[in-house]
Structure formats: C-alpha cells, structure tokens
C-alpha cells in the first residue's frame, strides 16, 4: 500500500503508515512463534469453544442464529443450528455464542474479548476454506497480536469515550486474522485492514442488553467480510488508522499513546506470550472478578455465612463502576453487569456459576435479600488493586486487596482447570461421545489436517 504523510502518529514524508506495518508484520512473521505461544493459542482454543456451546442457547445466540438462518446454507458449522452456513453467518452466529454468558476470556491492553472475535471468525473461513488446525492457530496467534497492540495504541483512551472495544478493536484484528489464514499478501492483507476501519463500531451503551453480546459475532462477521473482499481486489486508504480522519483520530483522544511505541515491538516479544488472555472462572463481567475471588477467599477463611454479614463494600477503578449499572437487575443480562447481584449470589452460595444467572435464579429471595447489603466505592489510588470489606455483625471488620484475579496471566488456569471448566460448560448439551470427541480434537488441534475435523462435533443435542 502507498504510504502518506501529514498523519497525527507519523513524522516524515516517508513514514510508513500503522496500516502497512500491521499488514506487512502480518504477511511477514514466520509461523515458528514458539512452544509458548502456540500452547498459550491451544488454550484460548479450549476455553472460547467450551463457551460457545454454553452459550448457543442463549437468547442473544438464538436471535442470531434465527436472523442468519433465512440466508442461506453455506460451508461452516454454526453451534445448534443442523445446517452449515456461509462463514461472515457462521461467525456473527457463533461469536455472539461465545460471549453470550459472559464466561469468555479477555484481555488488558484493549479491554477487549479477543478470542470470542477471532476464533469464530477463523473457524467459519477455516471449515470453508479446508484449514489445518496448525494454520489456524497461526493466525489466531497474528490476530491476538494485532489486537492487543491496536489496544495498547488506543487505550484508554478509546475506551472512556464510550468504545466497546470487542466490537471496534476486534473488527479490525479479525480482519488480520483471516487474511493470515487465507494467505493474503501484504497489500492484500492491508486493504483488508483498512475496510475493517469503516466496519468497526460499538457503543458501551449496549450494556445489558443482546446487543453486546452480538458485538462479537458482528466483529467475527465483519472480519470474515473484509479479509474476503480484499482478497478479490477490494480496497481501502492506507490512512485509515493514523491519517487525518483515521482511527486514531476519531475514536481516541489526544491522551491516546498512539502507533509508534506498540507497533515497533509487533512479534517481539508476542502479546500472547507477554500478556496472555485472562480465563474467566465466573459467568459474569470481568470487573467483578477480583472482588468476588477476595470474598470467596474470606468467606473460606473464616467461616461466616450470609446471615452475619451487616455490610459488603467493594472498592474497583473508577473506569470500571460504569460497567457495573445494575444495582437491581431486571434480568439475566444485566445480573452479569450487578456487582450486588454477583457478590450476593458468592455470599448466599459459595460460587457463582452459569445456574445463577437464569430468571429462576434472579428472583430467588435470599439473594435478593442480600443485594442492599452490597456497594461499590471507586479506589482512593487510581493504581490501586480491587478490594473488598466484610463488616460482620459480631464488630469484626475482614479485607481482602486482590492484586491479580484467578485465571489472569499471572494466576492461569492449569490444564487441568481449563479441561474441568469445558466439561462444566458442555456437560448435557454434548452427547458424551461428542463431548469427549470434541475435547480430543481441540486437544489436537495442532496435528489436525482439517479444522472440521473439529467443527463436527460442535452441535448440541436439540
């Protein structure tokens, strides 16, 4: 692609453009990315398929796939759905799936939930297209990256004007993503970048509703999209990141950090391996995480139960208090967005699982009862940790800070917790024989010759 200047992150007449380094980044890095990587891939595989077919039926997952079935029939699986449809339909149903109860992984650098866009994506152009399982891996690898350090170039900045950044920074990663897989050149792979800009929206505002959660399957639908259409001569401005009227520009604010510093360390070391992907061991929104593994913790610790407790206050980043809306949650979809629906539910039950966020559960009384007992506080240290505060009726006063929450980078899941949380997630939507098929295959996935070997064992039972 021709490189311009003139843009608010380039110096020079001959700088090169975010666009062409993503693209030629892309196009260029060997598929050698390490053991690390590839098991770190192998991973998110695991996880984001287990909460696909969790989440299939779901009501956002069912609108989806009730819209795209009228479309027509295609090459690629969509979970609970007997026909194959054409991959942009497969991926907007099947990555509104996986996001649908919440319980997918996410990111730090761009706030986002990478693997619930790019693996949907890659899976509904991977069975179209007859990829391996080692290619595909390859390019989730490249579409992590790419979204990762889009998120560290517009975070978070991007974020606090509104942004949902699953839906516009996973657009445009995704768009990579599947011109790796494709095998898209440089050029190629960069007007695909590009039409993904014009493709990329989400507002914040969508909280509690369906609609966040087919950010998602949008994000996939519209990667698939552009990949394609670049592959068969579509083209889009080199400027449409960091030019004039570009990305950057328009969805960030001057505090943005901007192209230079993420772009320059593309691949070295790879964000997957720097930041890995947070696994979710709770069906609900991440900002709840830390505070519901400290009061978990305190409940084990001492003893206490529900009955006793006068007061629970958790403390979490000012940033984060606009996603947790709903004090009162009028139903599943905004329970996941309650921290006082979440904690009460840890203080009633002893966990929070997928159970609890159905409508018998939300009107059950004894959580109810609990709700008012829970508030949030924003942190006194912007660079604090989440926190949270039991008061007990009996005067004594327990905290808990949580540096990292359980399934963070620095806390992963063991193999062996990730293989039990699969099993949770398909347990009676799976036959067991498909169950432990599928398993095997994501197991394998590496040496697979054809990714349908794996997508053949994604439908639920009906």
Not at 315 to 321: A, G, K, N, V
Request: glycine share 10%; with cysteine.
């Amino acid at each position: 692609m021709a490189t311009s200047s003139g843009s608010p992150n380039r110096s020079g007449a001959d700088a090169v453009s975010a666009v062409s380094t993503l693209a030629d980044w892309a196009t260029g890095v060997s598929d050698e990315h390490g053991d690390e990587a590839y098991r770190r891939a192998r991973a998110g595989c695991i996880d984001t398929v287990a909460c696909l077919v969790a989440g299939a039926r779901d009501p956002a997952s069912i609108a989806a796939r009730e819209a795209v079935a009228g479309w027509g029939v295609g090459q690629a699986t969509v979970a609970g759905d007997s026909e194959l449809r054409p991959a942009p339909w497969a991926a907007l149903a099947n990555g509104t799936a996986v996001d649908a109860l919440d319980f997918d992984d996410y990111d730090v650098p761009a706030a986002s939930h990478p693997s619930a866009v790019i693996l949907p994506a890659l899976l509904a152009l991977g069975e179209e297209r007859g990829a391996s399982g080692r290619s595909l891996l390859d390019a989730y690898i490249v579409g992590v990256e790419v979204q990762l350090r889009l998120g560290e170039s517009l975070n978070l900045s991007h974020f606090h004007k509104g942004f949902h950044p699953t839906a516009t920074i996973g657009t445009l990663a995704a768009s990579v993503a599947c011109a790796r897989l494709i095998g898209l050149d440089a050029v190629a792979t960069g007007h695909s970048l590009s039409i993904a800009t014009s493709l990329a929206a989400g507002s914040k505002c969508q909280l509690g509703t369906t609609t966040i959660h087919l950010h998602t399957g949008l994000a996939a639908h519209n990667g698939v999209l552009a990949a394609s259409l670049a592959g068969v001569g579509a083209t889009g401005s080199d400027d449409a990141l960091d030019g004039e009227f570009g990305t950057l520009r328009l969805m960030a604010d001057a505090d943005a950090p901007g192209f230079d510093g993420p772009l320059a360390k593309l691949g070295n070391p790879l964000a997957i391996v720097e930041y890995g992907l947070c696994v979710k061991p709770y069906p609900c929104c991440s900002y709840t995480t830390s505070v519901i593994d400290g009061l978990l913790s305190l409940r084990s610790e001492h003893g206490f139960n529900s009955e006793e407790v006068e007061e629970v206050v958790a403390r979490i980043p000012d940033s984060h208090l606009g996603f947790l809306k709903f004090p009162q949650p009028e139903d599943e979809l905004e329970a996941r967005f309650s921290m006082e629906y979440c904690l009460a539910v840890a203080l009633h039950r002893g966990a929070v699982v997928v159970a609890d966020f159905t409508p018998a559960a939300l009107v059950d009384e004894e959580v109810r009862a609990l709700m008012p007992k829970v508030r949030m506080e924003a942190l006194t240290d912007p660079a604090g940790h989440d926190n949270v505060t039991v008061r007990l009726d009996d005067g004594r006063t327990l905290d808990r800070t949580v540096e990292h929450p359980r399934g963070s980078a620095v806390i992963p899941f063991g193999e062996d917790e990730l293989l039990a949380k699969f099993d949770s997630c398909v347990d009676g939507l799976l036959e067991p024989d498909a169950a432990a098929a599928l398993k095997q295959a994501l197991l394998d996935l590496e040496s697979l010759d054809d990714v349908r070997g794996l997508t053949r064992h994604l439908n639920p039972v009906s």
